[in-house]
């Protein structure tokens, strides 16, 4: 029997939704609140439409504790920075009809108060098909190449030999990358293609990229022990007065952080000074750890924090 959420193996959908909650200072106060609320909540969580994910604060405050979860560190190397944004809950709805996803976000919202309330929505979205099937991101880019497959995918994102409300869950980083789109026209096609480390045109790894490209910078199998995550990452996209802000909403998850972790100092430059070439046109604007509960019984498995 399939003990994780679902939603986290499946191919991105053409529609997604990021809603962030803060906990509110009643229930800081009252954690009977967050109980009844996450209990709620876990009746409502399928593990596919909606994948929920639970930050450290949040089980900080219900007295719990779940092995290897902690706050998202702040990471910085030369002239770049992965700045650190925790958040209490994020569900990462998934559909097809943004109608429906938002009155799915009403559902829930109402299911989690008066103890948590939502901070902020990202609204995100598949975004073309590459040759190798998978989406694109918005500089055109097929994004998720590498990610392991089938049996090794399983193994790469969910926690396995811990027992019975443990067994299942998945550790995911997830952080907003903001992308400038001058910054990247203004660099020629090789340029941008040595950046990423692949051409966009076939999405062929490129032997004779740098060492600041992407690709070299995040090869999974060159860290000790090696760094495998599952990517489940989604473009996504705001109007403001000032103009369009659009990027690519970093999902990563993980049996545990290391991997996240490995790449993302490497591609700071913390290893060998050498900063990856993808800062030249996007910065992370948020980072967080955050705990994927696994499903038993066909609802959201909240053993583990003695729910």
């Keep these: 029997m399939t003990t994780f959420q679902a939603g986290i193996l499946q191919a991105i959908p053409a529609i997604g939704r990021y809603v962030f909650f803060s906990i509110t200072p009643t229930a800081l106060n009252e954690p009977a609140l ?14 596919e439409r909606v994948v929920a994910a639970l930050g450290h604060e949040l089980v900080q405050a219900l007295g719990a504790q779940v092995p290897g979860l902690r706050a998202f560190p702040e990471l910085s190397g030369p002239g770049v920075k992965a700045p650190a944004t925790p958040v209490a809950l994020c569900l990462w709805l998934r559909g097809q009809d943004l109608g429906e996803l938002l009155a799915l976000t009403r559902r829930l ?20 098909k590459g040759v190798s099937g998978h989406g694109l991101d918005l500089t055109g880019y097929e994004d998720g190449t590498e990610n392991p497959q089938e049996a090794a995918a399983e193994s790469a994102a969910f926690v ?11 550790y995911l980083a997830l952080q907003q990358w903001l992308h400038d789109f001058d910054a990247f026209d203004a660099m020629s096609e090789l340029e941008q293609d040595h950046s990423v480390g692949r051409r966009r045109s076939d999405n062929e790894e490129l032997d004779d990229a740098p060492e600041s490209a992407h690709v070299k910078r995040t090869a999974q199998e060159s860290f000790t022990p090696e760094a495998f995550v599952l990517r489940r990452s989604m473009p996504w996209a705001l109007h403001t007065p000032s103009g369009d802000k659009a990027g690519l909403m970093f999902a990563a998850f993980g049996s545990s952080f290391y991997a996240f972790e490995a790449q993302m100092r490497r ?19 948020t980072g967080a750890y955050l705990w994927c509960p696994p499903m038993h019984a066909g609802q959201l498995d909240l053993r583990a924090l003695e729910l």
């Design 34 to 47: 967050l109980r009844n609320g996450l209990q709620r909540l876990a009746a409502l969580v399928d593990g």
């Design 109 to 128: 919202e109402k299911a989690l108060a008066p103890a948590l309330k939502a901070l902020r929505v990202v609204e995100a979205f598949r975004h073309g």
């Design 160 to 170: 396995t030999g811990l027992g019975a409300g443990l067994d299942g869950s998945s």
């Design 267 to 285: 591609m700071l430059g913390q290893e060998d000074g050498i900063v990856d070439a993808m800062f030249r046109f996007s910065q992370p604007v």
